[in-house]
């Protein structure tokens, strides 16, 4: 385990910060103080295994997890304490890895779903332009989508309700390369509107292209931190805790 000055950032504001973050299930201590920050208008991974606490955590950002120890500060603010939907009324939203499409839906009622809890969400007009294949299905059951509409759908939704920090879990797993990068092209748009990014991600030379920094995670730590500049230098250690 790297000392804490080697992922925490001295003399950095940060949108998001987690310190000694510890969280269970049951009796399943998964996450074992986790620590890492996020600066606004960043676009921040997490890699490592399966298994290895990135899921957790994203859930434990968002009050999904009953358990938990440690500090979670959303611009300063401590959100710990909060249930899910006071945190998600901060700012902060999830597309969870199951992407969370319901069948009985159409495209539009799926998208419409989510309340908006703050101001400065996408208009569906706007989620046409990052996803125009979601307004030839408008009509169509949610769940008769392809796997990649489904991710775009998901994706949508969240723009949509005005939060401004998105936690994305495996929002290209399973998908076609062509989907792969009309995924990272829209992160790289949602950014440049001022959206801030903690990613959860597999791929990792597809976090490589949208990401300014990566947090390796490893039986529910973080073992390391490597800006995206360092990378290609890096590649043994990521090899090494990715096991590819």
């Known amino acids: 385990m ?13 949108l998001l910060a987690l310190d000694g973050l510890s969280a269970w299930y049951g009796e399943s201590h998964i996450l074992h103080g986790v620590d890492l ?13 399966n298994g290895a606490g990135k899921t957790t955590t994203l859930k434990s950002i968002m009050g999904m997890v009953e358990r938990r120890r440690g500090s979670i500060r959303l611009s300063g603010q401590e959100i710990i304490g909060l249930p899910s939907n006071r945190i998600a009324r901060l ?10 499409i319901f069948a009985s839906l159409d495209v539009k009622e799926n998208l419409l779903l989510p309340p908006q809890v703050r101001k400065g969400g996408l208009s569906v007009e706007q989620i046409f332009e ?7 299905r408008l009509a169509s059951q949610g769940t008769k989508l392809s796997g990649g509409e489904q991710q775009m759908l998901a994706i949508g939704r969240v723009l949509r309700t005005g939060a401004r920090l998105l936690l994305l879990d495996e929002p290209t797993e399973g998908l076609a390369p062509v989907i792969v990068q009309q995924i990272g092209r829209t992160i790289e748009r949602i950014k440049a509107q001022g959206f801030t990014i903690l990613l959860v991600e597999q791929n990792f030379r597809f976090a490589a292209t949208v990401a300014d920094r990566h947090y390796l ?11 995206n500049a360092e990378l290609e230098a890096n590649m043994d250690k990521v090899h090494h805790y990715l096991g590819v």
């Open 37 to 49: 920050d996020v600066a606004e208008g960043e676009v921040v991974t997490l890699l490592g295994r």
């Open 2 to 14: 790297p000392e804490a000055a080697a992922v925490k950032r001295a003399g950095v504001a940060p």
């Open 217 to 227: 995670m490893e039986n529910g730590r973080v073992v390391d931190m490597i800006a």
């Open 130 to 136: 990052l996803f125009p294949n979601l307004k030839e």
């Open 91 to 100: 700012g902060i939203s999830i597309c969870p890895e199951e992407r969370g």
